[in-house]
Nanobody, 126 residues
Framework: QVQLVESGGDSVQSGGSLRLSCAAS????????MAWFRQSPGKEREAVAR???????RYADFVKGRFSISRDAAKNTLNLQMNSLRPHDTATYYC????????????????????WGQGTQVTVSS
């Protein structure tokens, strides 16, 4: 059973930095696509950044140039370095793991096969 445990959430002032981590277990880490999502009250969960099993990285436009995603296979850990934080970055941040689909090799981060962490709260004050 895949388990994901996030840490690193905190309250910071606008312009500050935080580093989130996600400890993964119960999976062959290198074989999974990993991602960070976030959700604010009253809003839908949105993708922040992803790093696929082949190392490809994608960011949401609203974090490009400020956030950096990385994975440490030796520690089975996913990281998210967040710089230049703004109040609208306030949200609960979730770690997610998804397996590439057979034949296509694509991870969609949708459906029952996606594993989620419990979330870590990030609050940015102005």
């Amino acid at each position: 059973q895949v388990q994901l445990v996030e840490s690193g959430g905190d309250s910071v002032q606008s312009g500050g930095s935080l580093r989130l981590s996600c400890a993964a277990s119960g999976l062959t880490f290198d074989s999974y696509c990993m991602a960070w999502f976030r959700q604010s009250p009253g809003k839908e969960r949105e993708a922040v950044a992803r790093i696929d099993d082949d190392g490809a990285i994608r960011y949401a436009d609203f974090v490009k140039g400020r956030f950096s995603i990385s994975r440490d296979a030796a520690k089975n850990t996913l990281n998210l370095q967040m710089n230049s934080l703004r109040p609208h970055d306030t949200a609960t941040y979730y770690c997610a793991a998804d397996r590439p689909r057979p034949y296509s090799g694509i991870c969609y981060f949708r459906g029952v096969d996606v594993s989620w962490g419990q979330g870590t709260q990030v609050t940015v004050s102005s």
